[in-house]
């Protein structure tokens, strides 16, 4: 089966109190893009996550806000960061690395928020039934291109209210010279 790729660059979740320590009580998270998943979108702010080594500013954060706040990077972000997050799904952040985030507002030192995403396969239940993916957790992936390579380890990201899409970070994406938009090929774990 073959799917459309999204790239995920470094970016930050919300939770309500946090965002508006770092935007102030009247501000509202605004939509500047509809993202390829449902009700998910790039929002009009930005933020700067730092550590004690260095920071990225203009990081930006995606919509809408959650009930916890996470942020996600690359290990090529972490390794600039002087950090050593987990490779985890999203909202699994138990002992995970510690950032400040700092917005125009205000900023927080946040424990147990920044990971590496796993490589991740969003896709409805109905899909998973009809692809034949229902006794499966990982599957492996085949791109295509002048690098191309067989990924292991994705994991499935079975939700009721979602599009049928690869995400990878921009470490696997740059090593494959892949890009948002790419068609891959999902294969069963054999």
């Known amino acids: 089966m073959k799917v459309q790729l999204g790239v995920s660059n470094r970016h930050v979740h919300l939770c ?3 965002y508006k320590q770092l935007f102030g009580e009247d501000s509202e998270l605004e939509v500047v893009k509809q993202l390829v998943q449902p009700e998910q979108f790039a929002s009009s702010s930005f933020v700067t996550i730092k550590t004690a080594k260095s920071e990225f500013s203009k990081v930006r954060v995606i919509g809408p806000l959650r009930n916890y706040t996470q942020v996600e990077i690359s290990k090529s972000d972490a390794i600039k960061l002087g950090i050593n997050p987990p490779v985890r799904d999203s909202g699994d952040l138990q002992n995970s690395e510690t950032v400040e985030i700092i ?4 900023s927080i030192i946040k424990d147990n928020c920044c990971i590496l995403a796993n ?4 896709i409805t239940p109905q899909d998973r039934i009809r692809y034949g ?3 499966v957790e990982k599957v492996v992936v085949k791109t295509f291109g002048e690098k191309s390579a067989i990924l292991f380890d994705v994991f499935i990201k079975e939700q009721e209210l979602s599009a049928l899409e690869l995400h990878l970070d921009t470490d696997d994406a740059n090593a494959n010279l892949l890009k948002t ?3 891959v090929e999902i294969l069963l774990n054999k």
Request: net charge negative; hydrophobic share 25%; aromatic share 0%.
């Open 133 to 135: 993916l229902t006794d």
């Open 181 to 183: 938009g790419d068609i």
């Open 16 to 18: 309500l109190d946090d």
């Open 103 to 106: 917005g125009p507002k205000g």
């Open 119 to 122: 490589r991740h396969l969003h």
